[in-house]
């Protein structure tokens, strides 16, 4: 079973892009809860999350209003609907998962050593 984000690619500063991330397999025990992104020569980091008991999101400063994650529990399918797009966006976004339907705190989901699944990343790039 494989975690698949896809819908990244190119697109102009102020633009928009929707991401998604699914399990192969729906009925497996892995719920995609989480985005990350990672520049190159930095670090993979927080983009936002979306708690599964209540919807509750949570969502790193910079995205600041930008960005939207939801969730089709019919689908076991996260999404990361991007608006007003910066060149500094720019990077590797990935979608992690959780084993199981636990629920954290706002904290916790921003510590990526608490996700047991990641996907093989998509890129996005910002630029004109």
């Known amino acids: 079973v494989q975690l698949q984000a896809s819908g990244g690619g190119l697109v102009q500063p102020g633009g928009s892009l929707s991401l998604s991330c699914a399990a192969s397999?729906?009925?497996?025990?892995?719920?995609?809860v989480g985005w990350f992104r990672q520049a190159p020569g930095m670090e993979r980091e927080f983009v936002g999350a979306?708690?599964?008991?209540?919807?509750?999101?949570f969502y790193a400063d910079f995205v600041k209003g930008r960005f939207t994650i939801s969730r089709d529990n019919a689908k076991n399918t996260m999404y990361l609907q991007m608006n007003s797009l910066k060149p500094e966006d720019t990077a590797v976004y990935y979608c992690a998962a959780l084993k199981g339907r636990k629920n954290y705190n706002s904290s916790t989901y921003r510590n990526r050593n608490y996700y047991d699944y990641w996907g093989q990343g998509t890129l996005v790039t910002v630029s004109s």
């Open positions: 397999d729906r009925s497996s025990n892995m719920y995609p």
């Open positions: 979306i708690r599964l008991g209540d919807a509750n999101r």
